[in-house]
């Protein structure tokens, strides 16, 4: 699709994959994922002067956790899911509820226990399996 702004896509299955696909990358609670706001999402500059863009997650009351993404990364949330508003939630058409049922039905249908909180053990246990440091996975 070669649209500027997708968010009139009606399919709202292809929204909800999106976060599901946010959660797993960044390993975010739902609870935190549907609170992140456009403007916590900055630039960020790295020891060699690349800059990326950077999600400061609040998770568990003041806990911030910065969550780094590829420039690419996020231009392709901008297409999906960017109204018009910076202090809008990246996902605030949709709903947490949803979603959650979403996983409670797929749990269902595949006869697997799959919850909103399997994506984020999921991710932990992915970047384990690739580093083998229990460090970068804390």
């Known amino acids: 699709m070669s649209r500027s702004n997708r968010s009139d896509i009606q399919n709202p299955g292809e929204k909800y994959a999106g976060i599901t696909d946010f959660m797993f990358k960044f390993a975010t609670r739902v609870s935190a994922t549907f609170k992140v706001r456009w403007t916590d999402i900055k630039d960020l500059e ?43 939630t990246l996902f605030h058409e949709l709903s947490e509820r949803t979603f959650t049922n979403m996983m409670t039905d797929f749990s269902k249908v595949s006869g697997r226990n799959v919850t909103p909180h399997s994506l984020k053990v999921g991710a932990v246990t992915r970047l384990y399996d690739l580093t083998h440091n229990i460090m970068d996975c804390q």
């Not at 060699?48 to 956790?65: E, L, P, Q």
């Not at 949330?77 to 809008?88: A, Q, S, V």
Request: with cysteine.
């Open 46 to 88: 790295d020891v060699n002067g690349n800059v990326n863009k950077a999600a400061y997650v609040r998770d568990k009351g003041v806990k911030i956790n910065v969550k780094v993404m590829a420039d690419n990364y996020y231009q392709s949330l901008r297409e999906m899911y960017f109204t018009c508003e910076e202090n809008d």
